[in-house]
Every structure is written in C-alpha cells, then in structure tokens.
C-alpha cells in the first residue's frame, strides 16, 4: 500500500498563487508516475496533470498549461503543483494520484484524501 497526504490547498483570490504538496509513504515511491486530478462540486474528477518516475516527462491538460508546474522530489517522497495566475474555474478539490503514467483515473492505483483549492474572483 502507498498512503498520499496532499496539503497546501486554501483561499485564493484570482491571479494568486499556491503550491500543493503531496507526500507519499508505503511503497516505492520512485517507481511510479505520480498526477494530480481535481474535482469541482457537482463535476467529475478530471485529469490536471501527469509527471513520470523521473520526473523528465510531464502532461497537461489544455487549461492549465503555462500556469501549473508539476515537480517531484525522489529523495523527499514527495510531489509539488505550483499553480500560478489563479481563476475562479480552478476551484476544486485537488487529489494526487499513484499509478502508470497516464491521464485517466483507471491510470492510478493510490489516492489521496484531496485538498480544497478556492479562488475567489
């Protein structure tokens, strides 16, 4: 089992910033791809973005690209989502995700609990 504990979401106004953590415990952390997904009320959980074992290969979603940053650490066990110029449509629960490199949930076999993202406009 790999247990994930995501943190850094909060309250935003648009055009801020913030940057999700997501520590990863349990298993071999460097031997999966690691993405984080998010879901808004009422809405599926869609795929964000998708960062490979080595962290040389990353994927984003049409929405988000040029203002979010997937990052990993190995040695920390950890993964990061700088999230920069902020809009209202952003808001969700954010969750980090364990699995195969891709940009589906079936993709993932570890979540986390998810963290609230709101950007107030």
């Known amino acids: 089992q790999m247990q994930l504990v995501e943190s850094g979401g909060g309250l935003v106004q648009a055009g801020g910033s913030l940057r999700l953590s997501c520590a990863a415990s349990?298993?071999?952390?460097?031997?999966?791809?690691m993405g984080w997904f998010r879901q808004a009320p009422g809405k599926e959980r869609e795929f964000v973005v998708v960062?490979?074992?080595?962290?040389?290969?990353?994927y984003y979603t049409d929405s988000v690209k040029g203002r979010f940053t997937i990052s990993r650490d190995n040695a920390k066990n950890t993964v990061y989502l700088q999230m920069n110029s902020l809009k209202p449509e952003d808001t969700a629960v954010y969750f980090c995700?364990?699995?195969?490199?891709?940009?589906?949930?079936?993709?993932?076999?570890?979540w986390g609990q998810g963290t609230q993202v709101t950007v107030s406009s």
């Open positions: 960062i490979s074992w080595s962290g040389g290969t990353t």
């Open positions: 349990g298993r071999t952390f460097s031997s999966y791809a």
């Open positions: 995700a364990a699995g195969r490199y891709g940009m589906t949930k079936n993709d993932y076999d570890y």
